[in-house]
C-alpha cells in the first residue's frame, strides 16, 4: 500500500507563491510517472503537472511558465513550486501516483 502526504498549501493572496510537497512511503525511484492534480469547488479534477523518472514534464497550459514541477529520489517526495499565484487556482491539490491518491491540501488564493 502507498501512502502519499500533501503538505504546504493554505492562504497567499494573488501574486504570491507556495511550495507543495508530496512524501511518499515507498522509493520513487522506479516510479516512472507522478503528478498534481487539482480540484476547484464545484468543478472536476483536473491534471497540473507530471514528471517522469527521467525527469520529463508535463503541464496544463493554465500554469505553464508559474508552476514547477520536481522530485527528488532520496528524500521519496515531488514538490509543486507555485509562482504567481491567482486567484482561479484555488483549489485542493492532489498528488497521484502508481494509481493512489493523497489526502489533498488546500490552497486558498485571495486578498
Known amino acids: 500500500q502507498v501512502q502519499l502526504v500533501e503538505s504546504g498549501g493554505g492562504l497567499v493572496q494573488p501574486g504570491g507563491s507556495l511550495r507543495l510537497s508530496c512524501a511518499a512511503s515507498?522509493?520513487?525511484?522506479?516510479?516512472?510517472?507522478m503528478g498534481w492534480y487539482r480540484q476547484a469547488p464545484g468543478k472536476q479534477r483536473e491534471l497540473v503537472a507530471t514528471i517522469t523518472s527521467g525527469g520529463t514534464t508535463n503541464y496544463a497550459d493554465s500554469v505553464k511558465g508559474r508552476f514547477t514541477i520536481s522530485r527528488d529520489n532520496a528524500k521519496n517526495t515531488v514538490y509543486l513550486q507555485m509562482n504567481s499565484l491567482k486567484h482561479e487556482d484555488t483549489a485542493v491539490y492532489y498528488c497521484?501516483?502508481?494509481?493512489?491518491w493523497g489526502q489533498g491540501t488546500q490552497v486558498t488564493v485571495s486578498s
Open positions: 497521484y501516483a502508481v494509481n493512489h
Open positions: 515507498i522509493s520513487i525511484f522506479s516510479i516512472d510517472s
